[in-house]
């Protein structure tokens, strides 16, 4: 328990203060920050927390077992939104069933909740005018809730959803030149998604991507100024398609979920081909630079069935699959390293934690090719740790990485893909304590078959080791996630997971003799 | 803990908006004032107070604010303290004959009060609740029947024995009497409340008792499930008058003596009655200097502690004056002071008074007498709040913006409710309470959330005002009608009697018609295991009490003939099993719907369901049917549809629907399309110190919540509005019946078109009476409904008595003004003694002893007129 009353005193120390500076003692969601802990506002009376204690569970194990990571605060739990919670601008779309659904899981004991903000939405129509007002009165929601609150930014879209995949000027400048959106094999393009080669060139209407995201950022940051200190704690920056740093390397038109093929490479715009033929012409090899690998997958198809992936005598361990392979992992690195440069320019002021979503590739992962990974831009030379470079950007960034995949679990379906989530944990995990990157997770769909997943992530967010997630989000809020099949279920993974965290004895004194208390028993 | 200095907590909960209530330590101070201080701690209190201190029997009324030179504020609280009597009841049977050969029953009672004995006899031993009137030569004098059933015989006027007040009734019977037992119920008239005995009808067994050897058996009350749930639900959870004083029947620990001659029982009562007590509080200007003499009065003997604190400008930032503090105070944790009173001269009570710097705005306080003696404001349940500033300071409160208290008050009484549980931290079973609460809460939420998601629709961002959809209604499956429908219910609790209910029904059909309703609602028509169809068995079997079904077909027909629609009752909740299961539970189903426990919840711990938890509250006496199973909704479905087209319903009044969730009564709704539903979710107003609280949107928005879950596809019973007129007529608080917005508080205020208004239904009144409206002013009830929007429902046993030319009167004129379920309404008074409101601008209607006349320039003339109302409409 000291670890955690100590903790507890700086919290309620720093609620105290925040309250005085900010005159209304509700406006902040109260939070142990993970790193943040001073800025910690006012309280959340029925934190969760509470609830955790009063239903008997213990707090995590890891208090007392565990002695690699007392310096860990509980991880904190967020619950997704819905993703086209906002999706003109201007209005919250079902913003009852919104409110109602912030105050049941605040209730529950969520510390915070993500809202999903795309560039599609708050951005619309032109370049000069930002529409944050729909965005802006989510988060006073959840201000008012008392809940915390994990942005994050989208600059690709979600094909399949009510959301617009990109901003219309955006699309106008795509359709005059399709090169710029991700373009597969066979010339389909990505229409949600630009391309990483065009990150600084000027084509969207004169000017840079990257000078667009740099806007967007300054933007957000100045519309959301006065809740950096108090609500917003977490902003999570999309490096990608579905807000993940990689590439789109599932069939265009879909957004990849429950995609388990290989994949295709996604490097044949004009601009990527510009770059790998530069490319391969400094590495003295101009015929390689010419195109994508002849012997690559259809996207459906099984590692085996081409050249390229083959375990034994593929093409992937020649010179040109490592030259290829490296310069296009190369390219995803570049391009998250680009954006988060922006990002930390224009919101380094605000006292956030900055983060950003990894793919989790777990299927293929039997393969020693690694081929999922590799199509999606994660390899590093030498059959190591695909993951690698992007632990290492990540770190130097100072950028959290969420881990998509808390909740995969080993099934038959997964087992024919040659699945192995566990093993993939280990190995992201590995990658980021090597460079000395933070993570946090999120499941990658509604538990509502398995739901041996609930325990999975409940032994993937209270571990005992050292890469032990900051935060888990919980994805996400909607129809089915209120539904009897899901909810239920739901309710009980929380009650398990949420930590105990009730006021001080000395403090309830304070209640016990205050009238309000007796009145609970009238006569 | 080093204690924060910078702000008193001092005192929790200042206000219904206090969402700034921390739970261990801080209660800080929401920076805007609490609403419930805005406009009614102060001005508008003073207002009220006088009627409630005139009723109380006081002679003084508050003093204005003004009136007193240097006098800042003056004004005397009602203070309300409760004691606790204990008492007994009894019931002696004395078994030898007296000189004219009769045996005397004796029940008394020594609690005070004016008691009445409500009973009944019955002839065969059987253990129902039949009652019948007892054969005039056995009722004592003065006895007034109660319909066909029963009597009411008033306790003698109390006379001394031993030095206590006894009051007593003598009964005689012949000794050859054939009657088996007398049932009785004991009611005192002052609070209306009922006395019940283990939530049973008290039994004395008569031709067992001269036998002699039934005297020490144990005098066992047989399960009668048709009551079962509705009774207990009075015990538990008081409702209007029983609430308060709160008496209860404890269990039957009395002692049990053995009389020669026949028996005696006894039975503990216990009676709550609460003191009135004041306590005046005068702030005045100190001569020339800036401080403020506070004076606090009160009538209260023994040691009386004020728990207070003081704020300054407008921040409502409770603080401790610096010292010197009065004498005898302490500091309470650094965030507020007690302060003891001292005792007057004479003994008469206790007073202080002292200086108070002139910079403070305002002082707060609790009255506390001892650990667990806290008083309040007993006007709003809030801390007392005494402004130390002139009108202006006021003025500026008035200025701060509150919308939202609403919204917050579910989610901020379960704060409350942390707060005060989370001192007694080791009562575990209060934790599981608490516990309950929260997840019982938080199921709420995800249900509505649930809904919302389901159909989604695109809310503007500023918040839900229930937009009444008279422009998009479609008759089709709107569930509510034509919007002109009245409503009769066409049965009471005792209508299953003569077995041919329906053919008495039907033959009033025409009558019905004639008077202006345009629905009845007819009784749930299954086989059932009790007589009044509230438990049904087989559910394709409608061959019940009431008649047969071809009995049922003619009625429904009659009625078409005579242009009204028919509702069915439907009982969807729970359902009697047929058979047991290997454990001998009861939860095997017969008839064509055979369905086995999987069709159970599985949280109902009676019947040991192996369904899925209940999606809502939980009816005791029967297995709770399963809704989210499939096979249970299609075959519900099925047979509602096979209802309509069998029998010729037009639509349902649906039981008890707060054991399941309204998204299903949606999809039962879209498959049977009725032309008009109406659900019943009936559960308890808000309450603080046993006193109704002014503002019940918690209330009304959990019955609105609901009709939201069904999309709106049924009406629900207005409980709010009944339970608001209840505490307006009989206390004559007429001012409840405007809500903090100026419109209706209940559920008609929100949303009209689907509230069914009523005041009064087979449950609450009839032979039951678990919540009678207060009586003698049913028509002033009728004509709030009858004139409002909504669509009013009238209760049989109203039409069939001396209210129903007045009733058919009210009636005509909301037909004649065509008066629909979304009329437009203005409320022009709602004061003390008086309520009056134009309705549409074509009819105008006041209710009360108060005076009103409308006025403007529209030619008013009197449409109709009775005791404390009155009803106006446009001369044509």
Same mark, same amino acid.
């Given at each position: 328990m000291c670890a955690m009353s100590s903790l507890l005193a700086t919290h309620h120390h720093a609620a105290r203060c925040g309250a005085v500076r900010r005159?209304?003692?509700?406006?902040?969601?109260?939070?142990?920050?993970?790193?943040?802990?001073?800025?910690?506002?006012?309280? +959340?009376?029925?934190?969760a927390a509470g609830l955790g204690r009063f239903l008997g569970y213990a707090t995590? +194990?890891?208090?007392?077992?565990?002695?690699?990571?007392?310096d860990l605060e509980p991880a904190r739990l967020f619950v997704g939104l819905?993703? *086209?919670?906002?999706?003109?601008?201007?209005t919250v779309n079902s913003a009852r069933g919104v409110t109602s659904g912030m105050r049941a899981v605040k209730l529950l004991g969520a510390d915070g909740v993500e809202l999903p903000v795309f560039w599609s939405v708050a951005q619309?129509?032109?370049?000069?005018r930002f529409s944050w007002a729909g965005y802006r009165a989510v988060a006073d929601m959840a201000r008012d809730e008392g809940l915390s609150l994990r942005v994050t930014l989208h600059f690709h879209g979600s094909p399949?959803?009510?959301?617009?995949?990109?901003?219309v000027w955006v699309s106008t400048a795509a359709a005059d030149d399709p090169d710029i959106l991700f373009t597969d094999r066979?010339?389909?393009?990505? +229409? *949600?998604c630009l391309s990483f080669?065009?990150?600084?060139?000027?084509?969207i209407h004169g000017r840079s991507p990257l000078d667009c995201y740099d806007a967007f950022f300054r933007s957000f940051a100045d519309a959301f100024q006065d809740l950096?200190?108090?609500?917003?704690t977490d902003v999570t920056v999309g490096?990608?398609?579905?807000?993940?740093?990689?590439?789109?390397?599932?069939?265009?038109?879909? *957004?990849?979920?429950?995609?388990?093929?290989?994949g295709e490479f996604q490097c044949y715009d004009r601009y990527m081909l510009e770059q790998l033929r530069r490319h391969a012409a400094e590495a003295g090899e101009?015929? #390689?630079?010419?195109?994508?690998?002849?012997d690559a997958p259809r996207y459906?198809?099984?590692? +085996?069935?081409?050249?390229?992936?083959?375990?034994?005598?593929?093409?992937?361990?020649s010179a040109y699959g490592d030259f290829f392979l490296s310069w296009y992992a190369g390219q995803l690195v570049g391009h998250g390293d680009r954006v988060l440069a922006v990002a930390n320019g224009a919101?380094? *002021?605000?006292p956030v934690e900055a983060s950003a979503k990894v793919p989790?590739?777990?299927? #293929?992962?039997?393969?020693?090719?690694r081929p999922a990974e590799a199509v999606a831009g994660f390899y590093k030379s030498g059959?190591?740790?695909?993951y690698s470079p992007v632990a290492k950007m990540f770190a130097r960034r100072g950028c959290t990485v969420i881990v998509p995949g808390m909740d995969v679990c080993m099934n038959k379906q997964h087992r024919i893909t040659g699945s192995s989530p566990d093993q993939l944990l280990v190995q992201i995990k590995n990658a980021c304590r090597r460079h000395g990157a933070r993570i946090a997770g999120e499941n990658a769909?509604?538990?509502?078959?398995?739901?041996?997943s609930f325990s999975r992530i409940r032994s993937n967010v209270l571990?005992?080791?050292?890469?032990?997630?900051?935060h888990f989000t919980y994805q996400r809020m909607g129809e089915a996630f209120f539904s009897p099949e899901h909810w239920p279920a739901f309710v009980e993974f929380v009650r398990g997971v949420v930590c105990g965290e009730w006021p001080d004895e000395d403090e309830d004194r304070d209640v016990a003799d205050n009238p309000n208390a007796m009145e609970a028993q009238p006569v | 803990m080093a204690v924060a200095s910078w702000s008193i907590p001092a005192i929790p909960r200042a206000g219904p908006t206090a969402r700034g209530v921390l739970l261990g330590g801080a209660f800080v101070t929401a920076a805007r004032p609490p609403v419930a201080w805005r406009c009614?701690?102060?001005?508008p209190r003073r207002v009220r107070l006088g009627g409630v201190v005139a009723r109380a029997g006081a002679a003084e009324t508050p003093v204005a604010g003004?009136?007193?030179?240097?006098?800042l504020f003056s004004e005397k609280f009602p203070l309300r303290r409760s004691r606790t009597v204990e008492g007994k009841a009894w019931v002696r049977v004395d078994?030898?004959?007296d000189g004219e050969g009769k045996c005397k029953v004796v029940i008394g009672c020594d609690v005070e009060g004016k008691w009445v004995l409500h009973w009944g006899v019955s002839?065969?031993?059987?253990? &129902?609740?039949?009652w019948d009137q007892p054969p005039s030569d056995m009722r004592p004098p003065g006895s007034v029947p109660i319909k066909d059933y029963a009597i009411e015989t008033s306790l003698d006027t109390p006379h001394n024995s031993e030095g206590k007040t006894i009051h007593e009734v003598q009964i005689k019977i012949d000794?050859?009497?054939?009657?088996?037992a007398i049932n009785f119920v004991l009611k005192?008239?002052?609070?209306g409340a009922w006395f019940q005995h283990k939530g049973q009808d008290f039994r004395i067994p008569l031709s067992g008792s001269f036998g002699g050897d039934?005297?020490?058996?144990?005098q066992d009350i047989d399960v009668r499930p048709g009551a079962l749930g509705h009774l207990s639900n009075v015990l538990q959870?008081?409702?209007?008058?029983?609430?308060?004083?709160h008496k209860t029947v404890p269990d039957d620990k009395g002692s049990r003596t053995k009389h020669i001659s026949g028996f005696y029982e006894e039975y503990p009562i216990l009676k709550t009655v609460y003191v009135q007590n004041f306590i005046t509080v005068n702030v005045r200007e100190n001569n020339g200097t800036t401080k403020h003499a506070v004076e606090f009065d009160t009538d209260i003997p023994g040691e009386v502690i004020i728990h207070w604190g003081v704020c300054k400008? /407008?921040?409502?930032t409770w603080e401790i004056p610096p010292e010197?503090?009065?004498?005898?105070?302490k500091i309470f944790r650094q965030k507020a002071l007690q302060t003891m009173l001292q005792q007057k001269a004479d003994g008469t009570g206790n007073s202080l008074s002292f200086l108070l710097d002139g910079e403070y705005s305002g002082l707060i306080f609790v009255v506390k007498l001892d650990e667990y003696t806290w008083l309040r404001?007993?006007?709003?349940?809030?801390d007392f709040y005494i402004p130390l500033t002139r009108a202006d300071a006021e003025a500026d409160k008035q200025k701060a =913006?509150?919308?939202?208290s609403q919204a917050d008050g579910l989610i901020s009484d379960i704060r409350n409710l942390v707060v005060g549980l989370s001192s007694r931290r080791g009562q575990r079973a209060k934790n599981k309470v608490l516990q309950e609460d929260i997840l019982q809460e938080i199921e709420r939420l995800a249900a509505e959330a649930y809904s919302i998601f389901r159909s989604p629709t695109i809310d503007?961002?500023?918040?839900?005002?229930?937009? =009444?959809?008279s422009s998009i209604?479609?008759?089709?499956?709107?569930?509510? &009608?034509?919007?002109?429908e009245i409503l009769c219910?066409?049965?009471?609790?005792?209508?299953?009697?003569?077995?041919?209910w329906y053919v008495e029904l039907g033959s009033k059909a025409k009558e019905l018609s004639s008077m202006g309703f345009t629905i009845v609602w007819s009784p749930p028509p299954t086989d059932s295991v009790s007589p009044e169809g509230y438990?049904?068995?087989?559910?394709? /079997?409608?061959?019940?009490r009431y008649g047969t079904m071809e009995e049922l077909k003619e009625a429904v027909k009659r009625f078409h003939e005579a242009g009204m629609k028919v509702l069915g009752d439907a009982v969807l909740n729970h359902r009697c099993a047929q058979f047991q299961n290997q454990n001998g539970v009861w939860n095997i189903f017969g008839g064509?719907?055979?369905?086995?426990?999987?069709?159970?919840?599985?949280? =109902?711990?009676?019947?040991?369901?192996?369904?899925?938890?209940?999606?809502g509250d939980n009816f005791h006496a029967a297995p709770n049917i399963d809704h989210s199973q499939e096979f249970v909704r299609s075959d519900l479905k099925e047979w509602l549809c096979w209802m309509r087209k069998e029998? &010729?319903?037009?639509?349902w009044r649906l039981?008890?629907?707060?054991?399941?969730?309204?998204g299903y009564v949606h999809d039962y709704l879209e498959a049977s399309e009725p032309y008009f539903a109406v659900g019943e979710y009936w559960d308890s107003l808000s309450y603080t110190y046993g006193e109704m609280d002014y503002n019940q949107d918690a209330h009304r928005q959990r019955i609105v919540d609901w009709i939201n879950a069904t999309n709106g596809t049924a009406g629900a019973f207005d409980v709010t509005t009944k339970g608001i007129l209840h505490s307006a007529l009989e206390r004559s608080?007429?001012?409840?019946?405007?809500?903090?917005? &100026?419109?209706?508080?209940?559920v008609l205020g929100w949303w009209p078109s689907r509230a069914v208004t009523f005041i009064e239904n087979h449950d609450t009144?009839?032979?039951?009476?678990h919540w009678r409206f207060p009586f003698g002013m049913e028509l002033q009830g009728y004509v709030y409904i009858l004139t409002h929007p909504g669509t009013p429902a009238i209760f049989y046993d109203h039409i069939f008595s001396h209210l129903q030319p007045e009733i058919a009167k009210l009636i005509s004129i909301r037909n004649r003004q065509k008066i629909h379920c979304r009329s437009k309404i203005k409320i022009l008074k709602a004061e003390g003694n008086l309520y009056a409101a134009e309705i549409d601008e074509r009819v105008t209607m006041k209710i009360g002893a108060g005076h009103f006349e409308p006025s403007g320039p529209t030619n008013w003339v009197v449409a109709a007129e009775g005791q404390d109302y009155k009803v106006w409409e446009v001369s044509s």
């Open positions: 005159e209304n003692a509700w406006i902040a969601p109260a939070r142990v920050g993970f790193r943040h802990a001073r800025r910690g506002g006012g309280r +959340d009376e029925l934190s995590a +194990d890891h208090k007392n077992k565990n002695h690699e990571v007392d819905p993703i *086209d919670t906002v999706t003109d601008g201007a619309p129509e032109s370049p000069d399949g959803g009510a959301v617009p995949l990109l901003p066979s010339g389909g393009r990505h +229409d *949600d080669a065009v990150d600084e060139l000027p084509v950096f200190d108090s609500t917003i490096l990608g398609p579905n807000g993940e740093l990689r590439y789109p390397s599932y069939p265009p038109g879909s *957004d990849g979920q429950g995609f388990t093929g290989v101009p015929l #390689w630079g010419l195109s994508g690998p002849h459906g198809d099984s590692p +085996d069935a081409c050249g390229f992936f083959n375990d034994h005598g593929g093409s992937w361990q919101l380094g *002021d605000t989790f590739m777990h299927w #293929w992962h039997g393969a020693r090719s059959g190591k740790n695909g769909s509604l538990v509502v078959t398995h739901t041996s571990t005992a080791e050292r890469m032990r997630p900051g | 009614r701690a102060t001005l003004s009136g007193e030179a240097g006098l078994a030898e004959p002839y065969d031993g059987e253990q &129902g609740r039949e000794k050859g009497t054939s009657i088996a005192e008239e002052e609070t039934l005297l020490g058996t144990e959870k008081p409702e209007g008058p029983i609430a308060e004083p400008d /407008n921040t409502m010197p503090h009065p004498p005898a105070t404001n007993v006007e709003n349940g809030f =913006d509150d919308k939202s503007t961002v500023e918040e839900s005002v229930y937009i =009444d959809d209604v479609k008759p089709a499956c709107s569930g509510t &009608g034509s919007g002109f219910q066409g049965f009471n609790w005792e209508s299953h009697k003569s077995g041919k438990m049904p068995r087989d559910l394709y /079997n409608l061959n019940s064509r719907l055979n369905w086995d426990d999987r069709a159970v919840v599985a949280d =109902d711990p009676h019947f040991q369901g192996r369904g899925n938890k209940s999606s029998v &010729g319903y037009d639509g039981d008890f629907v707060r054991g399941f969730w309204g608080e007429y001012w409840r019946l405007s809500d903090e917005k &100026g419109k209706p508080p209940g009144g009839s032979t039951q009476g």
